[in-house]
């Protein structure tokens, strides 16, 4: 039997499942008694979250409970990539959240080199965003996605079409 396996090393997250978190941290800061009157907006774009809020102190307490949430719901609080927190009209402040996905193609040649120096029996490739990942063995393939959950890369890592 000669036939090849192999899994993809993708980053990506679950739409569905942020857009519950965004729900669940508008909810959060409806009810809470100190932010119950900064007049607080979570929205959330197609690549990125908006938070408009009275001061930096809230604007710290949004972020936690939004980290908080997305947590709980699985999500990796790396795909979160805050920006400057800018002035916004009427002395409150606004920061926009970009939502990462995608394996940068810098990442993606460190990915493939760690592959190829430690693991001689199996082949990377870059493909777009992701790196697919092949060998003859199943448990050789098993043992790339070990090491790779021990590697701290700035991005989440999720391993897809395992075959």
């Known amino acids: ?9 993708v980053s990506d997250f679950d739409r569905q499942e942020l857009v519950n978190t965004i729900d669940q941290t508008v909810r959060e800061i ?3 008694y100190d932010l119950k009157d900064t007049k607080t907006t979570v929205e959330l774009g197609a690549d990125s979250i908006t938070i408009n809020t009275d001061s930096d102190f809230t604007l710290d307490a949004v972020h936690t409970i939004l980290q908080t949430k997305a947590a709980k719901r699985n999500l990796s609080l790396k795909i979160f990539d805050y920006g400057k927190v ?3 009209s009427g002395n409150r402040v606004r920061q926009e ?19 190829r120096d430690e693991f ?3 082949q990377p490739s870059i493909q777009g965003d992701a790196v ?7 448990d050789d393939l098993q043992t790339v ?6 590697e701290d890369y700035p991005v989440a890592l999720q391993f897809t079409n395992y075959r």
């Open 1 to 9: 039997m000669a036939s090849n396996y192999s899994f993809d090393v």
């Open 30 to 32: 409806g009810t809470r």
């Open 86 to 88: 800018e002035s916004a």
């Open 97 to 115: 959240i970009k939502l990462q996905k995608g394996i940068s193609s810098e990442i993606a040649k460190q990915i493939s080199k760690l592959i």
């Open 120 to 122: 001689k029996k199996v």
């Open 132 to 138: 697919r990942v092949s060998a003859k063995d199943k």
């Open 145 to 150: 996605i070990q090491r790779l959950k021990q």
